[in-house]
């Protein structure tokens, strides 16, 4: 569900728009799951438009008109409303690499479509921000279910080589499309602008490099 879905069960006022340039949307009961579901669809879009700062009780009731006390009765804290968005976009993440490895399983997947799908997660998926915040805020428990991930990235990888040493060389594979993705999703458009390249520079040149790790030395 997109974000102005959000909005569409209120009604906005006219002429009034919230900080973010959205139009204000009444106040309204909202119930349970619905809630939260909505909630986490908002901050997820003040996270990507405004960073980790932006993600306030205050700003996504703001968003989906509701009020402060229904958005903290249901995530407890602004912390809990952190948590529980941190929770959904890592789920997200490992969705993402789940299927990298099931398209390398099943028809090994050329080394650009691997790359496009994991920096698509990192950039438009949200998941370099998170990976900033998380590290930002110091709290890498977040990161505990993307292990299992990244983990199966490598075996799915490595199954495809059957020499020996494969291992240690997909080990170093994942880690360069990893890193590098989290970097193009952080700083990688301003970065790309300074040196007047295109947007799909770094994915192309990854993809390039992509090969030398993974098949066997002569």
């Not at 205050?58 to 989906?64: D, F, R």
Request: net charge negative.
């Amino acid at each position: 569900m997109h974000f102005t879905a959000a909005c569409a069960e209120g009604s906005a006022v006219a002429g009034e728009t919230t900080a973010s340039g959205e139009p204000r949307v009444r106040r309204r009961k909202w119930l349970g799951d619905k809630a939260r579901e909505e909630g986490l669809i908002a901050a997820r879009r003040l996270l990507l438009d405004g960073g980790p700062s932006a993600v306030t009780l205050a700003n996504v009731g703001e968003a989906i008109g509701m009020s402060h006390a229904n958005v903290l009765y249901h995530f407890g804290s602004a912390a809990g409303l952190q948590s529980a968005l941190m929770g959904s976009m890592i789920r997200d993440l490992t969705d993402a690499l789940d299927s990298a490895v099931e398209r390398i399983k099943t028809d090994g997947a050329a080394p650009r479509e691997i790359v496009d799908r994991v920096f698509d997660a990192f950039g438009a998926g949200g998941a370099g921000q998170l990976a900033a915040w998380i590290a930002l805020s110091r709290d890498f428990s977040h990161l505990e279910p993307v292990r299992d991930a990244v983990n199966g990235l490598v075996v799915a990888f490595r199954d495809k080589f059957l020499d020996e040493d494969a291992d240690p060389r997909v080990r170093s594979a994942v880690l360069l499309v990893a890193i590098c993705a989290f970097g193009d999703a952080v700083i990688g458009p301003h970065l790309r602008n300074m040196l007047g390249q295109s947007d799909e520079e770094l994915r192309t040149l990854v993809a390039k490099l992509l090969p030398m790790f993974i098949i066997a030395p002569l």
